[in-house]
């Protein structure tokens, strides 16, 4: 998979420094204990190709970034200790020409357009946004991809969990550096299960999951509005209308025919800020997931179901957006034209 997209997929990226090769190794594995199998390893200490090169041989898998290159021989360091990809503070010439030249992906932090100009040039994709928070946040951000079309950004310095968020529903960013996932006086202090559980908070954080609503299932139309109108006179609530089904509320979703397909006895559905994301995380622990259920919108895919069933129920993770399933409409006014639709699908045999 190219390098890019991996970073994407991962959403943030921890940004280490190390001071000793010996805490390499148990970092790792909190890192990956946590989910986020992903780490920039920066050049402010004289271990840090060793603990690229620890890192690689133990856990191959993972994604290895080399941080804070300023010179090519860092550059040739990180690259032959395993790292798949270079990050410089700054816009070095020589470091960006040693890397496109020898097909290295490398990412110069750039804070000015000029700047970015210069990593287009050499035919960049993606540029470290650094530092981010100081620079200009979001705002500054925008006024220099407004003019790179097609560059990616990935923010660093001043990004946390507060804000996190905020970079990554833009669609100028391609990821984020987390500084705070590894702090150094918790590494430093040997902490590793407080580092694994920052890691997994730094993962669900970018995931964002939330419930949605409940599908239940109904065999027939006539049971699909009865049970919907009882629910909807019991608690006062609006309705909104599919030809399919109808939301009872923003948590209820009744069906008006049998769908089987999603689980005996309906389904759960839950949210989140990147499907694509949402999958590659879900994938990775083994969740399979079923393609063909798959639904669009605006050119890419928003809802996926998953392929195992939860207690009869089948699940599915719709990504957040500005998409809405069916017309919200007051009780009455849905009571109103529904018998004719339920004689409508009665006569059809449904």
Same mark, same amino acid.
Request: one cysteine or more.
């Given at each position: 998979?190219d390098?890019?997209?991996?970073?994407e997929n991962?959403?943030?990226?921890?940004?280490?420094?190390?001071?000793? %090769?010996?805490?390499?190794?148990?970092?790792?594995?909190?890192? @990956?204990?946590?989910?986020?199998? %992903?780490?920039?390893? =920066?050049?402010?200490?004289?271990?840090? +190709?060793?603990?690229?090169?620890?890192?690689?041989?133990?856990?191959?898998?993972?994604? &290895?970034? %080399?941080?804070?290159?300023? =010179?090519?021989?860092?550059?040739?360091?990180?690259?032959? /200790?395993?790292? *798949?990809?270079?990050?410089?503070?700054?816009?070095?010439?020589?470091v960006?020409?040693?890397?496109?030249?020898?097909?290295?992906c490398?990412?110069?932090? @750039?804070?000015?357009?000029?700047?970015?100009?210069?990593?287009?040039?050499?035919?960049?994709?993606?540029?470290?946004?650094?530092?981010?928070?100081? +620079?200009?946040?979001?705002?500054?951000?925008?006024?220099?991809?407004?003019?790179?079309?097609?560059?990616?950004?990935?923010?660093?310095?001043?990004?946390?969990?507060?804000?996190? $968020?905020?970079?990554? &529903?833009?669609?100028?960013?391609?990821? @984020?550096?987390?500084?705070?996932?590894?702090?150094?006086?918790? &590494?430093?202090a040997?902490?590793?299960?407080?580092?694994?559980?920052? /890691?997994?908070?730094?993962?669900?954080?970018?995931l964002?999951f939330?419930?949605?609503?409940?599908?239940?299932?109904?065999? =027939? @139309?006539?049971?699909?509005?009865?049970?919907?109108? $009882?629910?909807?006179?019991?608690f006062?609530?609006?309705?909104?209308?599919?030809?399919?089904?109808?939301?009872?509320?923003?948590?209820?979703?009744?069906?008006?025919?049998?769908?089987?397909?999603?689980?005996?006895?309906?389904?759960?559905?839950?949210?989140? *800020?990147?499907?694509? $994301?949402?999958?590659?995380?879900?994938?990775?622990?083994?969740?399979?997931?079923?393609?063909?259920?798959?639904?669009?919108?605006?050119?890419?895919?928003?809802?996926?179901?998953?392929?195992?069933?939860? +207690?009869?129920?089948?699940?599915?993770?719709?990504?957040?957006?500005d998409?809405?399933?069916?017309?919200?409409?007051?009780?009455?006014?849905?009571?109103?034209?529904?018998? +004719?639709?339920?004689?409508?699908?009665?006569?059809?045999?449904?």
């Open positions: 998979m390098i890019l997209k991996r970073i991962y959403g943030v990226i921890p940004v280490v420094k190390i001071e000793k %090769a010996d805490q390499a190794l148990p970092l790792a594995k909190a890192l @990956c204990d946590g989910e986020l199998e %992903a780490a920039e390893i =920066t050049f402010r200490t004289e271990c840090a +190709a060793e603990a690229i090169e620890v890192i690689r041989k133990n856990y191959p898998d993972m994604l &290895l970034g %080399a941080g804070t290159v300023t =010179t090519v021989e860092q550059a040739k360091k990180a690259v032959e /200790a395993g790292a *798949d990809f270079i990050v410089s503070p700054c816009y070095v010439e020589e960006v020409s040693y890397c496109v030249e020898n097909d290295i490398v990412m110069p932090g @750039c804070a000015t357009p000029t700047e970015v100009q210069m990593a287009a040039s050499h035919g960049l994709k993606a540029v470290k946004f650094f530092p981010a928070e100081a +620079a200009g946040g979001v705002a500054y951000l925008n006024s220099m991809a407004s003019v790179f079309k097609g560059m990616k950004f990935m923010p660093t310095g001043g990004v946390k969990p507060s804000n996190l $968020r905020q970079y990554l &529903l833009n669609p100028n960013v391609l990821a @984020c550096g987390g500084t705070w996932i590894v702090p150094s006086d918790l &590494l430093n040997g902490a590793y299960d407080e580092i694994r559980k920052l /890691a997994r908070d730094a993962v669900f954080t970018v964002n939330s419930f949605a609503h409940v599908g239940i299932n109904c065999d =027939t @139309c006539r049971e699909g509005y009865e049970n919907i109108f $009882r629910l909807a006179d019991t006062d609530l609006i309705l909104g209308n599919t030809r399919s089904s109808s939301y009872v509320g923003h948590e209820v979703e009744i069906t008006k025919q049998p769908f089987k397909v999603r689980g005996p006895h309906g389904h759960l559905g839950y949210f989140t *800020d990147n499907l694509e $994301r949402a999958i590659f995380y879900l994938e990775k622990k083994g969740i399979e997931f079923n393609y063909d259920s798959v639904k669009p919108y605006n050119g890419k895919m928003y809802v996926i179901y998953l392929k195992d069933f939860l +207690a009869g129920f089948a699940i599915h993770i719709e990504e957040r957006n998409h809405n399933p069916g017309k919200w409409e007051h009780r009455e006014e849905v009571k109103a034209y529904a018998p +004719a639709e339920i004689e409508e699908r009665e006569a059809m045999g449904e």
